[in-house]
Each structure stands twice: as C-alpha cells, then as structure tokens.
C-alpha cells in the first residue's frame, strides 16, 4: 500500500542533475487566489527553511571593503541600504570568493568570450518584459527569484551570481540576501551594483527604475509548461555568457522527463487528482505550470470542471472536493498539514484517494517552483501514479 | 452625524415606551418567535443548496429523519450523507452562531456606548484578534497544535481580549467617560494593531495566504469542531448580554438619570462590554474577520421595531444569524465551485444595504 507521505522526497533524493543542478520557484504562488490585493505568496517556503536562509549570510563585511578605491561610493551604498531597511546584509563587496569590485562591473569576463575568443556581448534575449540587451558578460548578477537562481546555478552561472533573494535558499551556496522579491528595495539592490538582475514578477515599477540606472533585467515569470522552462534556462544563458551550460542542463532535463512520463500502467490514464496548496482547499488548475507536469501522466483535474471564471488558482468548496472524490490528492502546505490530518478529515471517508491512503506529500518549494527540481516533483507524481496502480 | 439619529433620537425613546407595554409584550414575542421560523428557513433552504450535488427530496429526507419519533427511507447514499452531515450542515451551524455572536455583539456595544459607531471593528476586538492569529499562523509552529486543535483560536482570543482592554484603558485615560473616546481610542488600537498585523505578513510571505483568508472571513469548518469549541462561550455571552437588556433600555436615558433610578450604569457597561468581547473574540477566532454584521443588522433592527434592547437584542442575534448564514449560500454558490470569502459577500450587500438604511431612517427623522 503506499505509505502516505513516504512519497515525499528531500532534494537529497533527487536523481541525476547533480550537485550545481538544481533549481526553481513558484508559478502557483506569483498568481494565487488572493494575489490581486497582496504581495501574494501562498506557500512560497517552508518555514524552517525560511529561518534559515534569513540567517545565513548578515556577516557584516562592510568594513573590509573600505580599503578600495571607491569606499565613498561605497559608504553611500552601505548608508542607501540602510535607509532601505536591510542594514545587516548591505554588502557591496559580495562575498568572500567574489572579492570587492565595486565599479568594476564594467570588466570584461571569461565568460564574455566564445571557445575561440570571439566576444559574445552585448546580447539580446527575450524576456517577459520583452527585448532585453546585456552589453557586456555580467558578473554581478542579482536575482530575486527564487526559480532564476536555481536554474543560473544550474546553468554554471553560480559564480556570477553576487545576491539572491531572501527564499532563494536553493541550491545552498547560494549567496542569501535580505533582498526581497516581493517587495523589492530599488536602492537596496543598487547598493550591490549589480550589471544584471533577474525577478520573477515587477511588482510595479522596478524594472522601469533598474533601467534608468543602468541595469539591464530580465523577467521570468511561470511559465506555461516544460517549453517555457527550458525556453528560460536558454534565455539565462544566453544572457550570462553560459549558453553551453544551460544546453547541457536543458538536454539532461528532458532526458530524465522522458524517462519518468515513459512506461505508465493503463490504470495510471484518466486517474483524477487534487492538488492542494493549502488547507483551505486553494488549489491549481491545469492551467497552470505545476498543471501542466500532472497533465504529463494523464492525469486529470477536479480543480478545472471549477474554473470556468478562468482564475488558474481557486479556492474549491470543501463539499465539491468530497464529491468529485479524486483518486489522488497531493498536498503542498507540509507546515499547515500532514497525509494523516488530510484521510482525517470529517466527511472525507469516502474520497477515492483516502479510501486507498493516496494522499501524497510535495515539497514546497519543488511544487512551487520551475528549474531544474521539477524532475524532483514529476519523480513524485510517478511513484504516486505507480503506487496506486499497483494497489487497484 | 447621521448615524447618530438612528439609535438614540428623543423621538424613538417614546416609541420605546409603547411597546413596553403588554400588548407591545405579546407583539414583541411574536416578532421573535417569526425570526426563529425566519432562522429555521434559511437553515432549511441553505442546506438544500451546494457545490455538491445533493438533491432536495433526499435532503430533506435525511433531516426530517433525524426529527424525534420520525423515521422516513433515506435516498441520500452514504458519501452524500457524509456530506451533508458533515461538511454542509456544521458550516450553516457556524454560520447561525458565529451571525448571532457578532450582530448581537455589535448591538450590545452600540447599547452599552450609546454609539450607534460602535462594533467590534471599532473598538480594536477584531484587529486585536487578528494581530494575534497572524502572530501565531507566521510564527508559531511549535504552538500550533495544542490540545489537538490549532491554536490560532486561542491566539485570537488573547488578541481581542488585548485590543479591547488597550481601547478601554486609554479611552478612560485620555477622556474620562465618554463614549466618543472610547471609539475614538478604539480607532487608533485598531489601527496601530492593524499595522503590526500588516507588518508580520509582510515579513512571513509563505503564510500570508492564511492570514490574508483569515481577514476577508472564512466559514471553514473541520467536522463540528469549530462549532462545539465556540457554542461555550457564545451561548453564555449571548445569554449575559439579553438578561442586561432592561438595565440597557434605562441606561439609554443617559448615565446621571440611570444612576438616579439605582442602576450602576458603569458596572452594566463592563458585564455586556466583557460578555461581547467574549462572542466576538470566540466568532472571529473561527472564522476570522466577517464585517459589517455588528453595525448593519442592530441598525436594520431598530428601523423596524425601535431602540427597546429587550427586542433589539433578542431579534439582532435572530436577524445575523439569518444574514450570515444566507450569506454563506452565495459564497458557496455564485462561484460554485470555487469559494468566494464570506467577508467579501457580507459587506458588498452590507454596505450599500447600510446606506440605503441611513438615508430612510434620516428621511423619517426629518
């Protein structure tokens, strides 16, 4: 029988990709039921991580980079983020292996050449907020999106990389800021100087101010499917002069994809599923990316017979959750509830996939994000969709 | 302000007097006795309504069946009956005593101030309770699970228990007696506790789903749980605050009269005012924030039979229960079967409702 919850995988777990190959963030949150009014972030992270990542590099190095020539420049930046609330972590000389190069951004890199030494920047890619020119290699990438750093590490960006944002705790060297991608801090990112940043979403008008000073942005929001994934680690590429790496990550991808969606019991076709974000009932439709990998399988969504106003992440009726009776119910909100509080649930005895304990836990962040863990979560549905046609 | 006429205008007193009468007596217990069958059908029909598909003849079936010494053959099967009995009616439940805490909590304020502002809005209750159930949903992961049921209930108990005795105090610090502080402080503690809230969701974006629902409302039941932890407290409240009704209706003279005629007008205001802290603080730690019923259904209630608390507050309580719980039929069905929260329904008909409310009372005062 399976186990509820034994399903659930740490990243540990994941197969292939290895260690620099990891990534994501969170399509179903940037769009959740209540994100028309709030900085909506649903389940972006686990709390215990979140605790982390907010610990985790507020050394204060300020003090070491006073020495370079630029420490007025500096001084102000330091005094700029301060203003901005993010006192602790203002670092301008990055981190201990990125030594400070204020100002010198401007730098050509080894990245900015091909195998043959031809230059390759500047560069034009396409993103959501349209054609986006990088002048030359960027070496001080911030990103405020949690599913951009993982993909720019997995890429080989990483050491390009001089902040990410405070839920960007993946992969672990991954240089945690108090930099918020929700409510972003215009002068607490400039006080890094950054030469390229990467969001998720511009929650107004910070693409606009990252342009007046100078720094090019590129932003990716969810996409619709597996293209549109891939579509972004080649964009990124591009952008950051690591083209070859994004190929290589795109290929072993798709290579491990086709092996996790290839092989499926008939009795796995047509199965029907629930996709919980929270105990509340929100949900995701198919319509949405994390939709879009369900549909991979052939599985089927309660939520979409619910979303003919067109709002990919509704809140269902806890009695059309009962009645539709899905055959598998996922669940995302590990914090808020376990696979035992979900076959618990009053009036809930006769859903199909309590009867045959199909309750299955997600990681928060894998199931939230796109990058390179989503082979992660497609690992996670395959066993679901296994486990229960092996005990039909 | 306007407002103002509504409850404690001269004229309406006189009214009062009238139906204090025995005749007024008998009326009055047929007004209530119609708000019962007024509640009782509501129920009935909201329960035969749903995203699930559960067909009329079978509902009422199964609920004539539980009537004593009625048996009838059921023709709802057993997931249905699941359903209904589990997921639907505890909702019309909480819906019944969670409508009745808070319009007869709004009332009970509005008689103990003699502000016709009054509502556990204004007076830092319900911000109090929201401070203290985001406090515990962003960081309380040890704390979440006491005694079996999460302990957001309890967190917002303390917060509106907090809210109202920070309004109290600096209210009596600043002003002395008078009921204009009171609200006036009530609107600066709701305010500032407001902003701590806001604040905390801001620094805990992962949980502000779960706060964000709790503040537009939300009728969520698990089982009879949520009505069995809140029926303690909301039935002895309610009981405290209708047996005040006769000390409310001298009261309403003003406090020198009342003390004159050996009512102790400042030991009634504390029993009613705790008494309604206690309904709303219970109501609003289950279903978070469901505005507009304190303030509207006591108004609607007096337009219709005058300022008597002995009426007021019985058919109130009647009279939000009906409104919360018809109010939970369409946001369960317009969206069907997505929810749309309860909190978003009671003020898009509540508050166009209040005005058009104000402008008839003013227009029969003037």
């Keep these: 029988m399976a186990g509820a919850g034994t399903v659930a995988r740490s990243p540990a777990d994941l197969p292939g990709i290895t260690s620099a190959a990891k990534s994501g963030e969170i399509p179903a949150l940037s769009r959740n039921g209540g994100a028309a009014l709030l900085p909506s972030a649903g389940d972006a992270a686990e709390p215990g991580r979140l605790a982390r990542g907010r610990d985790v590099k507020s050394s204060r190095k300020g003090l070491l980079v006073r020495h370079t020539s630029v420490s007025l420049v500096l001084s102000a930046s330091i005094l700029l983020a301060a203003c901005g609330g993010s006192a602790t972590t203002a670092d301008p000389g990055g981190d201990a292996d990125t030594p400070a190069v204020a100002a010198a951004s401007e730098q050509p890199d080894a990245a900015g050449a091909d195998a043959a030494g031809v230059p390759l920047f500047p560069v034009s890619v396409t993103a959501d907020n349209g054609e986006v020119t990088i002048p030359a290699a960027p070496v001080r990438i911030i990103s405020l999106s949690p599913s951009a750093t993982e993909i720019l590490f997995a890429i080989g960006a990483g050491e390009q990389v001089i902040a990410v944002d405070d839920y960007s705790y993946y992969p672990p060297e991954a240089p945690v800021t108090d930099l918020s991608g929700y409510t972003p801090n215009t002068e607490a990112i400039l006080a890094y100087q950054p030469d390229l940043l990467v969001i998720a979403t511009d929650p107004g008008d910070l693409v606009a101010s990252m342009e007046g000073a100078g720094v090019a942005t590129i932003v990716q929001d969810a996409p619709a499917d597996l293209d549109g994934v891939y579509a972004q680690f080649e964009t990124l590429g591009v952008a950051t002069g690591q083209a070859a790496g994004a190929a290589m990550a795109v290929a072993q991808i798709r290579t491990e994809v086709d092996g996790l969606t290839a092989d499926l019991p008939d009795a796995a076709v047509g199965l029907t599923y629930f996709h919980e974000l929270d105990p509340a009932l929100y949900t995701a439709t198919s319509q949405t990316f994390v939709g879009s990998l369900y549909a991979l399988f052939g599985l089927v969504n309660i939520a979409d017979a619910g979303s003919a106003d067109g709002n990919p992440y509704p809140q269902l009726s806890e009695e059309f959750v009962v009645e539709a009776s899905p055959d598998l119910v996922f669940f995302s909100d590990t914090y808020a509830v376990s696979a035992q509080d979900i076959l618990a649930r009053p009036g809930w005895q006769d859903v199909a996939a309590v009867r045959t304990a199909s309750v299955f836990e997600l990681d928060p962040d894998i199931s939230s994000r796109w990058g390179p863990r989503l082979v992660g979560l497609l690992t996670t549905i395959r066993e679901a969709v296994m486990a229960h046609a092996a005990a039909a | ?366």
Aim: net charge positive.
């Design chain 2, 1 to 366: 302000m306007a407002a103002g006429h509504v409850a404690a205008s001269p004229g309406t007193v006189a009214r009062d007097g009238a139906v204090a009468g025995a005749a007024g007596r008998t009326s009055g217990g047929l007004l209530i006795a119609g708000a019962v069958v007024l509640v009782l059908g509501v129920v009935v029909v909201s329960a035969m309504v749903g995203p699930a598909h559960l067909d009329v003849q079978g509902v009422v079936r199964a609920l004539v069946d539980r009537l004593p010494l009625v048996r009838v053959d059921q023709t709802l099967d057993a997931g249905q009956a699941s359903i209904l009995w589990q997921i639907r009616l505890p909702r019309i439940a909480l819906a019944v005593i969670v409508g009745a805490a808070l319009s007869g909590a709004g009332a009970a304020y509005q008689g103990a101030f003699r502000n016709p502002l009054a509502d556990p809005y204004l007076l830092g209750a319900a911000a109090g309770a929201a401070l203290g159930a985001a406090v515990v949903i962003a960081y309380g992961a040890g704390l979440r699970d006491v005694a079996g049921t999460t302990a957001v209930p309890f967190a917002a108990f303390a917060g509106a228990m907090g809210g109202v005795v920070m309004t109290w105090t600096l209210g009596r610090s600043v002003g002395g007696r008078s009921a204009g502080t009171l609200i006036l402080a009530g609107v600066a503690v709701a305010s500032f506790l407001t902003s701590l809230s806001t604040y905390v969701m801001q620094r805990n974006v992962e949980t502000i789903r779960e706060v964000y629902s709790f503040i537009l409302g939300r009728l969520a039941t698990h089982g009879w749980d949520e009505v069995q932890l809140i029926l303690p407290y909301v039935v002895p409240s309610l009981v405290v605050v209708l047996l005040h009704a006769r000390l409310l209706d001298v009261m309403s003279v003003g406090d020198a009269e009342a003390s004159s005629l050996g009512v102790r007008p400042g030991r009634v205001r504390g029993v009613v005012v705790a008494a309604a802290t206690l309904a709303t603080a219970a109501a609003v730690a289950v279903s978070g924030l469901i505005g507009f019923i304190g303030i509207i259904v006591p108004h609607l209630v007096r337009l219709l039979v005058g300022p008597s608390h002995r009426l007021v507050l019985p058919l109130t309580m009647l009279g939000g229960a009906a409104f919360l719980t018809a109010a939970d039929v369409v946001a369960r069905t317009l969206d069907s079967p997505a929810e749309i929260p309860i909190g978003v329904v009671t003020a898009f008909f509540g508050a166009p409702f209040f005005v058009m409310v104000l402008r008839a009372s003013r227009r029969s005062l003037s």
